[in-house]
């Protein structure tokens, strides 16, 4: 921007200098391009072995070449079949039944939860929030012993009911918090407007404010799946071999000898677990990457 | 830079939820080994530490 000064009758005019534009190399664009490479390698490279393995002759397990050899699906025939005992269809079938369960659930109490907490004004709300912060910071691991143990007296250990409702109570907490920040986030006057047109406070949250709080339900949903496909610890103690997720399941995988780990059978199963969740993901990272920044930037 | 009370006393609040839960955690495990004819020091000990916490901190909220 130009700007004038005068001095007496003297009237100088100066301009700032156009930005320096060096000599061709932008340090500062190659070092953020090469942060960038560095922590995409970082996170993909797992992912990428797994795969190129996953595609590996049984036979070249351990071959370190960095790009696919000895090209085969045995692996995925493998992962399918019941030959020897892995049942990974039907544990794919328990995962979504488990995951649809526990993110339906926890996404109906949830957005209720953090409408009241987000539109409300009660005396300890702030509170209420804490707790479900702390009830999401308990190690799942204290809880094992005694869900395994309360489970058994009731007869629930590998029931379905089981592992949902454990999951509902990891999930719950993350619905809670996004919703929460994504509510608050509404315009007050929407949902005044809607009372004005004679809408009930329960019209106004379902036809005005349940549309719009669309991307953060989404989010959320996504985000409590992902969890509840993920979950290990407690599936391991708590399911049976019907009910087993895919975590589980993989995990108990065996290979055609007395102690042969399958590695190549198990990384063609990781694959095909982790394909839902890519999926899911590509289809709906604007929404995700929406619902995740709502809340962070106030006024 | 001072921070604005009133988002001072909603972290404090979310801080006291938060300890809060970890001392009634604490409460319960206590109870449990009591029930149960457990060893109760260590478990005592912890929910004394939480409850420490936990009425320090509702204390500096009654004075902000």
Redesign the interface.
């Known amino acids: 921007m130009a700007s004038v000064t005068t001095t007496g009758s003297e009237i100088q005019t100066s301009t700032p200098a156009p930005p320096h534009r060096g000599s061709g190399v932008r340090w500062g664009a190659i070092g953020s391009y090469a942060g960038i490479a560095a922590i995409v390698i970082w996170c993909l490279a797992p992912f990428y072995w797994m795969v190129v393995t996953a595609f590996r002759d049984v036979g070249y397990t351990f071959d370190t070449t960095p790009w696919p050899t000895h090209v085969t699906l045995d692996n995925f025939r493998t992962a399918f079949s019941t030959d020897l005992g892995n049942h990974l269809a039907r544990a794919l079938v328990n995962s979504v039944i488990i995951g649809i369960c526990t993110t339906a659930i926890a996404l109906i109490v949830g957005v209720f939860a953090a409408y009241a907490l987000s539109r409300l004004q009660f005396r ?12 999401s ?2 190690p799942g691991v204290a809880l094992l012993t005694p869900l395994f143990q309360l489970f058994t007296n009731i007869h629930w250990i590998g029931t379905y009911q089981a592992l949902i409702i454990p999951d509902i109570s990891f999930a719950l907490p993350l619905t809670v918090y996004t919703l929460t920040a994504f509510f608050a986030e509404m315009p007050w006057e929407l949902e005044q407007a809607a009372k004005i047109d004679g809408c009930t406070p329960g019209q106004a949250f379902r036809l005005v404010l349940l549309p719009l709080a669309a991307p953060g339900l989404f989010t959320t949903a996504i985000l409590a799946f992902i969890s509840s496909w993920n979950e290990y610890l407690l599936a391991s103690e708590l399911s049976n071999d019907s009910t087993q997720p895919v975590t589980v399941a993989i995990a108990g995988f065996t290979g055609a000898q007395p102690h042969q780990e399958p590695y190549t059978t198990v990384m063609a199963a990781g694959t095909i677990v982790t394909i839902p969740l890519v999926i899911m993901v590509l289809l709906f990272q604007r929404r995700i990457v929406a619902g995740l920044t709502a809340g962070g930037v106030k006024g | 830079m001072a921070m604005n009370p009133r988002a001072r006393n909603q972290r404090l609040e979310m801080v006291i939820g938060i300890i809060g839960f970890f001392a009634v955690a604490a409460l319960v495990n206590v109870v449990a080994s009591l029930v149960q004819g457990k060893p109760v020091l260590m478990p005592m000990v912890v929910l004394v530490a939480f409850t420490a916490l936990l009425g320090y901190a509702v204390r500096v909220r009654r004075r902000s």
Do not use: P, Q
């Open positions: 300890g709300k702030f509170i209420v929030l804490g707790v479900v912060l702390g009830a910071m308990f």
